[in-house]
């Protein structure tokens, strides 16, 4: 079986840290993915990344940057905490982009 | 990607068939039919995916009207367990870029009884 761990459930930081979420996968997937998840707008693409050291911007990246130096580990980064960046923070892999995505338990994170 | 439309909620009787419908009536040829869910504060679950033959795994089957218009997923014996909203979509089958997101609709909202 596929597994995507992200480092915590749940995170609370204050407005103005940075933050790192960490994600590993451990099937050797070429493509990771950080999506956020907000109730009424669904699932939204941060970031994703095809290989080690590159990335593709989502839809919404702003505030956000991404660090792929290993494989099997995605980290995104929050470099200036906001309040609406509270949400819950999802990331998934998959083979290739149009094979299916393999998600983590998600972080729920809360910026105060 | 082609839009779906599925009930916002069923429920279902623990032991019983589950029979979740989707109308995807714009899909292209080169379009797959995927079914994820989510269970209550976790991660979304990967189930099944098909283009035109019926699929079957370890988990559900999922089967494509020959117009391919509509699917049903199949939970064979569902358990509390299997409680969960259940997404369908549609994506292209090849890799290129511009393919990579997903996109949920509102999903099913299954509810096993017991």
């Known amino acids: 079986d596929v597994k995507v761990t992200q480092s915590s459930r749940y995170l609370v930081k204050r407005t103005g840290e940075k933050v790192f979420l960490e994600c590993v996968q451990d099937m050797d997937h070429e493509n990771m993915f950080w999506y956020r998840q907000d109730p009424g707008l669904g699932l939204r693409l941060i970031y994703f990344?095809?290989?080690?050291?590159?990335?593709e911007k989502g839809d919404i990246p702003e505030g956000y940057s991404v660090s792929r130096e290993k494989k099997e580990r995605f980290s995104l980064i929050l470099e200036s905490a906001s309040t609406n960046q509270t949400s819950m923070y999802l990331c998934?892999?998959?083979?290739?982009?149009?094979?299916?995505?393999?998600f983590g338990d998600g972080t729920r994170l809360s910026i105060l | 990607d082609a839009k779906t439309t599925q009930p916002p909620s069923m429920d279902c009787a623990e032991g019983r068939a589950a029979n979740l419908p989707c109308n995807h009536s714009?899909?292209?040829?080169?379009?797959?039919v995927y079914w994820y869910r989510q269970i209550h504060s976790q991660g979304p679950q990967y189930i099944i995916h098909g283009l035109k033959n019926n699929e079957t795994n370890e988990m559900a089957s999922l089967i494509i009207t020959e117009d391919r218009k509509s699917s049903t997923l199949i939970l064979p014996h569902a358990t509390l367990r299997d409680t969960a909203v259940y997404y369908c979509i549609v994506r292209v089958g090849s890799p290129n870029f511009g393919n990579e997101k997903l996109t949920f609709g509102t999903g099913t909202r299954l509810t096993i009884i017991p």
């Open positions: 998934a892999s998959s083979w290739e982009t149009d094979q299916p995505q393999h």
């Open positions: 990344s095809y290989d080690v050291k590159m990335k």
């Open positions: 714009t899909i292209s040829g080169n379009e797959y």
